[in-house]
């Protein structure tokens, strides 16, 4: 069973709106938790990693948020651009046998429309 | 320019045929990865090395080796390699394990 769950799988949203998009996770403890946003056919670039002491970071205009005690994240986007379109995976570094085995989610596409 | 590189970026092999895909990274990170990623899998870790000499298994380290002989570099091998093995393969590595990974380009392997 994945231990990363993200929801929705994928949504539509109009340019210059906001989106929120879910991370509910089992892994337990972990080290960190990190979102990725991936365009297509390339590789994934870091937005945000955040320990399990931070509830909130900043990317520009993406901001993640760690519930700790619930398990999950969010990925807010504020202001929609065309250039948002692109896969946004939540990771999380899962210290089963050592710190370094990640267990990443399945990731929401998002299509930024005019 | 610190960066993350894989070669090839495309290879169209057969079923058998051994084949190596390049990793080497110059930012003196410790920790590499290797990843493939399926349409509806999302993104699934095959092998890990936290440093020189020192590898895991990921999550789908079946019919794949790895080495890891000096920091830069961590070649990715198919020793007989499948069609299951048609995949979009992505290395990356961190200065440790548990900072941010900063990913290559790609490669795309077909196996027929």
């Known amino acids: 069973k994945n231990q990363v769950e993200q929801s929705p799988q994928s949504l539509i949203i109009l340019e210059g709106k906001n989106c929120t998009l879910q991370c509910n996770y089992t892994v337990s403890p972990f080290s960190n938790l990190r979102w990725y946003k991936q365009d297509t056919g390339r590789g994934p670039v870091s937005l945000t990693i955040m320990t399990f002491s931070e509830n909130t970071k900043s990317n520009g205009r993406y901001t993640a948020t760690l519930d700790a005690d619930t398990k999950q994240s969010s990925l807010h986007i504020t202001a929609s651009q065309l250039s948002d379109s692109a896969s946004y995976i939540c990771?999380?570094?899962?210290?089963?046998?050592?710190?370094?085995?990640?267990?990443f989610g399945a990731g929401t596409q998002v299509v930024v429309t005019p | 320019e610190a960066q993350v590189t894989q070669n090839p970026r495309y290879l169209i092999t057969v079923t058998g045929k051994k084949l190596t895909v390049t990793c080497s990274q110059n930012m003196n990170h410790e920790y590499m990865s290797w990843y493939r990623q399926d349409p509806g899998l999302g993104l699934r870790q095959i092998y890990y090395s936290m440093n020189v000499e020192v590898t895991d298994k990921g999550d789908v380290p079946e019919g794949y080796k790895v080495s890891r002989k000096e920091k830069r570099n961590f070649p990715l091998i198919l020793e007989s390699p499948s069609p299951n093995q048609t995949s979009l393969y992505f290395c990356?590595?961190?200065?440790?394990?548990?900072?941010?990974?900063?990913f290559g380009p790609g490669t795309r392997l077909t196996v027929t």
């Open positions: 990356a590595s961190s200065l440790q394990g548990h900072n941010e990974q900063y």
């Open positions: 990771v999380v570094s899962a210290p089963t046998d050592s710190w370094g085995k990640l267990q």
